[in-house]
């Protein structure tokens, strides 16, 4: 069986901060691919990020990076500089390769003015 | 955008009344799926279809049945609704080919009274 575990619950930071949401991942696959999904607050949910097992390069896309560690069985996702606008609930999720997505319970994240 | 809607987009009904939602794209994709989010849970994986009138359970299909007779529409039907299936319903393809990310709809609001 599949599990993601988002352990913080709700993270608040003043803008300009940086921050880090963790994602840990259980899974018995050996190809299986990782997920970040934002949800503002209008409720949509916005794809951001997939990584693929057999690839652990890390990456960025301006102030999003991504740290990717099969060692661990982590795939952090960090935000530079935070902005009001990066308010929202993310979400790591996890897939085999035909399957639905396994979620984690999500982060909420404050980004404060 | 991945051409996905959703109907109703807010429905509120009362326990023991059947609901059908219905998820509509617009691109073709093979693979289509239902979640309910709900607080503290994230999103859970009700059903999916990989094809017209291929369909398969996932985590949380007790009291829920799909339909897909053709390859726009999937359905999601609740039998007899109870207030434990209050939720948010999103619907979500799997794009066509090597892609694995899924795009969702703008969900579904559903409140038994």
Same mark, same amino acid.
């Given at each position: 069986a599949q599990k993601v575990t988002q352990a913080q619950t709700e993270i608040s930071?003043? *803008?300009?901060?940086?921050?880090?949401?963790?994602?840990?991942? *259980?899974? /018995?696959?050996?190809?299986?691919y990782l997920f970040w999904y934002k949800q503002p607050p209008s409720g949509e949910l916005v794809f951001l990020i997939r990584r693929n097992s057999f690839d652990e390069q890390n990456e960025i896309s301006g102030r999003y990076s991504w740290n990717f560690? #099969?060692?661990?069985?982590? &795939?952090? =996702?960090?935000?530079?500089?935070?902005?009001?606008?990066?308010?929202?609930?993310?979400f790591c999720a996890l897939s085999a390769p035909a399957d639905g997505l396994? &979620?984690? #319970? @999500?982060t909420h994240l404050i980004i404060q003015p | 955008?991945? @051409?996905?809607?959703?109907?109703? /987009? !807010? #429905?509120?009904?009362?326990t023991g009344t059947p609901v059908t939602l219905r998820c509509h794209q617009t691109e073709? !994709? /093979?693979?289509?799926?239902?979640?309910r989010q709900d607080p503290g849970h994230g999103l859970r994986l009700i059903h999916y279809s990989y094809g017209v009138k291929d369909t398969d359970k996932g985590e949380v299909s007790d009291g829920y049945s799909v339909s897909r007779s053709?390859? *726009?529409? =999937?359905?999601?039907?609740?039998e007899s609704a109870t207030s434990s299936q209050t939720s948010v319903y999103f619907c979500a393809? /799997?794009?066509t080919g090597t892609a694995i990310e899924q795009f969702f709809g703008p969900g579904t609001r559903l409140t038994v009274l």
């Open positions: 930071v003043v *803008e300009k901060e940086d921050v880090t949401l963790d994602c840990v991942y *259980e899974t /018995r696959d050996t190809t299986y560690q #099969k060692s661990t069985s982590s &795939f952090n =996702f960090t935000i530079t500089a935070s902005q009001v606008v990066d308010s929202a609930v993310y396994t &979620f984690g #319970k @999500g | 955008d991945a @051409g996905i809607t959703q109907s109703p /987009r !807010h #429905k509120v009904t009362e073709n !994709h /093979r693979y289509m799926y239902w979640y053709k390859t *726009e529409d =999937f359905l999601l039907t609740l393809i /799997r794009l």
